[in-house]
């Protein structure tokens, strides 16, 4: 399995409050990415970074922030949690070949 | 905008039976991936799919790629219980700048009973 571990797995939080997830890999790979996964949209792209300090905007960035200071954590903040970001969010890594490896996921419920 | 549909979404399946899962996209695009998702779990690569006609095997699955359709089948052959999960597929972009970034189809729900 690729080495990727996500912290937490699980949190509870209160709307309005701040939230930092974390992604951690040992693979020493290049490219991440932050999807969230929500009942009947499959999995979206939040954002996404192709080197280390290098981030952009994917499909439903609205409402958070990244940050990539070193190639083996990539950081998914949301400024202040709503109930619509209730999901369960999953890191991704790859090496710029064919493959994507997925971390095991962060269960977010906002309340 | 990339677009991914898969169909069935919901499939209800009895053992030892075949079925296809499709999944179609809307613009032209690098490769394709398909996806198995066990509840509560991560996702498992299943099939990375590269070109026009690609075709890759595993045990009761068969994935094959039509780019010129843009359409992809996941086959199930003699469906087994332990093939329950939700099944997924998704596609990378074609170009340069896509950097990896996957659109996914909605998931297809695979349950096989007795």
């Known amino acids: 399995d690729a080495g990727i571990t996500q912290s937490p797995r699980h949190k509870v939080t209160e709307t309005g409050t701040p939230v930092t997830l974390r992604c951690h890999q040992t693979e020493n790979h290049r490219y991440m990415y932050w999807y969230r996964q929500d009942p009947g949209h499959g999995l979206r792209l939040i954002h996404y970074?192709?080197?280390?300090?290098?981030?952009d905007k994917g499909e439903v960035s609205d409402g958070y922030s990244v940050s990539r200071s070193k190639t083996e954590d990539f950081l998914l903040t949301l400024e202040s949690a709503t109930s619509s970001q209730t999901s369960v969010y999953f890191c991704?890594?790859?090496?710029?070949?064919?493959?994507?490896?997925f971390g095991p996921g962060t269960r977010l419920t906002v309340t | 905008e990339l677009k991914v549909e898969q169909n069935p979404l919901f499939l209800s399946m009895q053992e030892g039976k075949n079925y296809t899962i499709y999944c179609n996209y809307s613009?032209?695009?690098?490769?394709l991936y398909w996806y198995r998702q066990d509840p509560g779990k991560s996702l498992e690569s299943l099939f990375v799919?590269?070109?026009?006609?690609a075709v890759k095997q595993e045990g009761r699955l068969m994935a094959s790629l039509d780019t010129k359709a843009r359409l992809s089948t996941l086959h199930i052959t003699a469906a087994v219980h332990d093939l329950s999960a939700t099944y997924f597929c998704?596609?990378?972009?074609?170009?340069?700048?896509?950097?990896?970034?996957?659109?996914f189809g909605q998931g297809t729900i695979l349950t096989v009973h007795p």
């Open positions: 998704a596609v990378v972009g074609a170009g340069g700048t896509s950097y990896g970034k996957l659109t």
């Open positions: 613009t032209t695009s690098d490769r």
């Open positions: 970074s192709y080197g280390v300090k290098d981030t």
């Open positions: 991704a890594i790859s090496s710029g070949s064919y493959e994507q490896y």
């Open positions: 799919l590269l070109s026009n006609g």
